[in-house]
């Protein structure tokens, strides 16, 4: 990012928002994003369509004061009404399995739904924040990516739905922010995990921890000599809440740069996991990334955030939400590949 673009955090935004609305807050990030903002004292909407988020994700917070659902599909019109501060735009299938299943409902989120979300946060003159994505970098030639790098993404490749919906999702926002001075920011989230992912959703780490609870074999895609930087949902969070809080207009990447081979990943979590399971070789995804790794010099700098949750904590935590939440047998399909999709 251009520092002459970088627009400083200011003493002059509130210590906290009175109220925001969450799109895909019933999503596994989503709903991990509205309980931190409750927490924090301030008031949600979640609005979900639920082509992918959970009505369980949420279940918790129903009846808290302070929170409301609305069922709606962003990439038609909506609104919300009453007064609203934070707009933040976290509605897409951000899985292999769902954007390939949902490649249309994918690309009208990115384009329809960020221009709905960012109307809205217009009209209401509250801050906008969108969660693009690590895979706006695409099978990166610069390592680890920083702000600044452009990518190597291809247009018509079977994960373009998704790397290019968030692409064009970022243009929107900064063409927004030039042409109606709404106030808005973007976060390039990498691969993050935690209790709520779905046990099914194409993602490395969910599909090994089922796996590996069945005792069934993991299944590593090529020679899982790949690399991914997984981040624990808290810690994530934290820094979308950050960037939220700050008048950067970014892109910031929120992630963590340790790196691990998918094969490293899978061994872990059979060690962590206490499992019998062996590691079973399958057919690498068209496109798939060879490295991810942030270069997260700008959120250090900026917004003074960092991870803080190693991976051995973050996948025990993971693994015993798992073995609580996933039925007997769930696990058993053996058959699944553990890509390692997006965040």
């Not at 243009?171 to 109606?180: K, Q, R």
């Not at 993991?218 to 808290?234: E, I, P």
Request: proline share 7%.
């Amino acid at each position: 990012m251009d520092e002459g673009q970088d627009r400083r955090a200011t003493a002059g935004r509130p210590a906290r928002f009175r109220r925001a609305v969450v799109t895909g807050g019933a999503g596994f990030l989503g709903s991990h994003l509205c309980t931190a903002l409750l927490d924090r004292g301030t008031e949600v909407c979640c609005v979900d369509d639920f082509c992918t988020g959970r009505p369980e994700n949420t279940a918790h917070l129903t009846g808290r004061p302070g929170f409301t659902l609305l069922h709606a599909d962003v990439s038609e019109p909506f609104d919300v009404p009453g007064e609203v501060d934070l707009v933040l735009h976290f509605a897409s299938p951000a899985s292999p399995a769902d954007y390939l299943r949902l490649p249309l409902h994918t690309l009208d989120t990115g384009s329809l739904g960020t221009r709905n979300a960012l109307r809205l946060a217009r009209r209401k003159e509250a801050r906008f924040v969108l969660a693009s994505t690590s895979e706006a970098y695409g099978d990166p030639q610069q390592h680890p990516q920083s702000e600044t790098y452009w990518g190597n993404v291809n247009p018509v490749g079977p994960r373009s739905v998704y790397d290019e919906a968030k692409r064009f999702a970022e243009a929107l926002t900064c063409a927004e922010a030039e042409s109606h001075g709404t106030d808005t920011g973007i976060v390039r989230l990498f691969n993050t995990y935690g209790p709520r992912m779905r046990g099914h959703d194409g993602r490395a780490v969910p599909t090994f921890i089922r796996q590996a609870l069945a005792g069934a074999p993991l299944t590593v895609t090529g020679d899982g000599l790949q690399t991914r930087s997984l981040a624990y949902v808290d810690d994530t969070v934290r820094g979308i809440l950050a960037m939220a809080a700050s008048d950067l207009r970014g892109p910031v990447n929120i992630g963590n740069p340790d790196e691990i081979t998918m094969v490293g990943l899978a061994r872990k979590i059979i060690s962590l996991a206490g499992s019998s399971s062996t590691i079973r070789f399958i057919e690498r995804p068209a496109d798939d990334p060879a490295v991810r790794c942030p270069d997260i010099t700008l959120a250090r700098g900026k917004l003074q955030w960092e991870p803080q949750i190693g991976a051995d904590e973050g996948l025990a935590r993971t693994i015993a939400w798992f073995r609580a939440h996933v039925p007997d047998g769930a696990a058993a399909d053996t058959g699944s590949a553990a890509g390692a999709g997006p965040a």
